[in-house]
T-cell receptor, first 114, second 114 residues
Framework: DTAVSQTPKYLVTQMGNDKSIKCEQN?????MYWYKQDSKKFLKIMFS???????INETVPNRFSPKSPDKAHLNLHINSLELGDSAVYFC?????????????FGEGSWLTVV | QKEVEQNSGPLSVPEGAIASLNCTYS??????FFWYRQYSGKSPELIMS????GDKEDGRFTAQLNKASQYVSLLIRDSQPSDSATYLC??????????????FGKGTKLSVIP
């Protein structure tokens, strides 16, 4: 019954590889997000989609490409992985994009680039 | 650049004491404020949300908001060892494209000593 689920939970890969992280929410929410949490635990927004449309695209290398096939899914594809991409990536969702709606997080995907 | 500031800690309190966690934010137009708790290796989970000046209580937790001072705090009464975690303050602006996202502070690590 996981509300926001993401896979894989752990990913170890070599520099230069391309990888994807998948995310699905079963809460019926309109808005989904990708956050990155670095080694210092700083949680920062990367992307946000509202009803499959991109509404937030923070300063993120274009090696990162989100894709939302429908409003329940938001996948993150990363090309040409670099050491600095090692972090925990959290998918999240909220009922609507604005106002005070609570954001619910997935369990995180631990990416290690070696 | 909208910022959310927290003392990174660690904040150590004895079991049964009151833990006080503080947060300041730079965007005066911010309307929604959240406290998330994050255990090591886990995802952030919502503890409290507050939207109006004053206090909001939920069990052992009290959130306090002072918009004039741009300050939000979280009090944890009768602290328990299970409260040991990192507490993240998050702020959402009231309008504009920025209202679609939460800006997180870097978190305060709380340690409750038995």
């Amino acid at each position: 019954d996981t509300a926001v689920s993401q896979t894989p939970k752990y990913l170890v890969t070599q520099m230069g590889n391309d990888k994807s992280i998948k995310c699905e929410q079963n809460l019926g929410h309109d808005t989904m997000y990708w956050y990155k949490q670095d080694s210092k635990k700083f949680l920062k927004i990367m992307f946000s989609y509202n009803n499959k449309e991109l509404i937030i695209n923070e300063t993120v290398p274009n090696r990162f490409s989100p894709k939302s096939p429908d409003k329940a899914h938001l996948n993150l594809h990363i090309n040409s992985l670099e050491l600095g991409d090692s972090a925990v990536y959290f998918c999240a969702s909220s009922l609507q994009a604005n106002s005070g709606n609570t954001i619910y997080f997935g369990e995180g995907s631990w990416l290690t680039v070696v | 650049q909208k910022e959310v500031e927290q003392n990174s800690g660690p904040l150590s309190v004895p079991e049964g004491a009151i833990a006080s966690l503080n947060c300041t934010y730079s965007d005066r137009g911010s309307q929604s404020f959240f406290w998330y708790r994050q255990y090591s290796g886990k995802s952030p989970e919502l503890i409290m949300s507050i939207y109006s000046n004053g206090d909001k209580e939920d069990g052992r937790f009290t959130a306090q908001l002072n918009k004039a001072s741009q300050y939000v705090s979280l009090l944890i009464r009768d602290s328990q060892p299970s409260d040991s975690a990192t507490y993240l303050c998050a702020v959402r602006p009231g309008s504009g494209a920025g209202s679609y996202q939460l800006t997180f502070g870097k978190g305060t690590k709380l340690s409750v000593i038995p």
